[in-house]
């Protein structure tokens, strides 16, 4: 609910220069405590569910601390300060950026716990109520992207993880998992966590005891070490490749990544598991490949490793992706939707040549991600056209009553909101509230679930 979470705090200098606000400036809490003459700190907020859907929406900030608050930006309108508080209208115009901007701080009492919502929003309220009606539908919540420790590959301690009630959630590890924990317990839904590679032992234990004794005991906790380790893009498959050909697991760099990975997904599991002992119905250990037997074969039988995982997951995304212009005429969409469907039909059969090697080591397997992978970086409108296309609706049905019939067991979609962009449009909805009869991919799902999701 409060639209300030999701950001860092931004410094304008007495010149007007825009950037980040260097971290000396801010004390352990990430409150800002040093602003000097002439400067700005400046926050961000996200656009409210009210102004998704298209209406103007009256927004009230709050604050504990003392400094001058405001309000700026273009859809910003009728600003109203009271002591610790501030109104104003967040309008619907183009330009749609609005930010709170603090200035005279005293660093003794600086400005902090800044919040603002919706002025007739639930002031204790965690999150926004469309937002959980929309995501309690769902059985499993993969918080991958909340933990920004994940992809960026950064080293987190316990003691400097993101707590509640500090000043930002953008850094180092993203949002705390009590929030993560607490979402997962009011929607009434399993969580997935996936722990950063470069944490330390102190973390992977307090995280686990974390979740032991605050998740709900009805539900159960997923566990993945980092974010698809097998995948060149991202920094940790280096750094795993290089640990394991430095502790001569393999002769072979990409042998060597998916032998380390195996390793360490062994270690961490073994930690869960310690804390979870007598306690093991209430977790689902997972380790995660690209799709295919190979890969599942590599990581399970080595080290031991499918005797400490519940589970094998990978991410049978369809896709095929488009050249600018690619589609300009009825046929051409036509034949794309063909050739999508097509290769949607290739990704379940690589499914069940990857289920049929977890069955041989005796556990689950399950998706991590999946839905489609079309990309169209030079060509964004073309990509917004196929997403929104009634066929896209009919391909997930396909997807997902074949994954029912030939698989029948959890798969994960990728992602819940996001639109169209140069990097792919991997979201059911594209916003939060958005209605059903305009999101195919959303509507379909949401069909599938009522038919058979129990």
């Known amino acids: ?18 950037g980040v606000m260097p971290t000396d400036r801010l004390n352990a809490n990430r409150d800002i405590v ?5 400067e700005n700190a400046v926050r961000m907020l996200t656009k409210p569910t009210k102004a998704l859907r298209g209406s103007s929406v009256d927004i009230i900030c709050r604050w504990n601390g003392s400094g001058t608050v405001s309000a700026s930006g273009v859809p910003v309108r009728n600003v109203r300060v009271s002591g610790n508080k501030l109104t104003f209208t967040y309008a619907i115009v183009a330009d749609d950026n609005a930010h709170v901007v603090i200035k005279n701080l005293i660093p003794s009492d600086p400005v902090r716990d800044v919040d603002c ?30 933990n920004q420790a994940v992809e960026s590959n950064v080293v987190v301690t316990w003691a400097d993880r993101n707590k509640p009630g500090q000043g930002s959630f953008a850094g180092p590890d993203g949002v705390p998992i009590e929030y993560m924990i607490q979402l997962a317990n009011e929607a009434g839904s399993d969580p997935w966590f996936a722990i950063p590679w470069n944490a330390d032992d102190e973390y992977i234990r307090k995280f686990a005891e974390l979740v032991r004794d605050r998740l709900h005991p009805s539900r159960k906790a997923y566990v993945e070490v980092s974010n698809e380790v097998w995948n060149y893009a ?17 002769t072979n760099s990409h042998e ?37 037997a190979w890969g599942a074969e590599k990581v399970l039988d080595f080290d031991q490793t499918a005797s400490k995982v519940d589970a094998l997951a990978s991410a049978p995304y369809f896709y095929k992706d488009m050249t600018p212009g690619m589609i300009t ?34 556990v689950r397997y399950i ?64 916003y939060v509230g958005q209605p059903l009869s305009e999101a195919p991919k959303e509507n379909a799902v949401e069909l599938f679930r009522q038919s058979y999701v129990r």
């Open 1 to 18: 609910m409060n639209l300030a979470a999701g950001s860092v705090w931004g410094l304008v200098t007495a010149s007007g220069q825009w």
């Open 34 to 38: 040093d602003l000097r003459s002439g």
């Open 117 to 146: 919502r919706e002025t007739d929003a639930d002031p204790n309220a965690m999150f926004d109520p469309v937002f959980m009606s929309e995501v309690k539908r769902y059985s499993v919540l993969r918080f991958m992207k909340w």
């Open 234 to 250: 991202y920094p940790v498959t280096g750094q795993a490749a290089s640990e394991g050909m430095a502790a001569g697991l393999s």
């Open 256 to 292: 060597a990544m998916l032998r380390r990975y195996a390793q360490k997904t062994g270690s961490v599991m073994d930690v869960w598991s310690s804390v979870f002992a007598g306690q093991m119905h209430r977790i689902v250990r997972v380790a995660a490949i690209q799709t295919g």
């Open 329 to 362: 005429t009825s046929a051409s969409l036509d034949q794309y939707f063909k050739d999508l469907g097509a290769d949607m039909l290739v990704r379940i059969k690589y499914a069940k040549d990857t289920k049929a090697a977890a069955t041989r080591f005796g």
């Open 367 to 430: 998706t991590y991600e999946a839905g489609q992978h079309v990309t169209s970086p030079q060509d964004v409108t073309q990509l917004d056209r196929v997403q929104r296309d009634p066929r896209m609706g009919q391909l997930y049905t396909t997807y997902l009553t074949s994954w029912k019939d030939q698989i029948g067991d959890l798969m994960v979609l990728f992602q819940d909101y996001g639109g169209a962009g140069k990097y792919g449009a991997f979201g059911q909805k594209d």
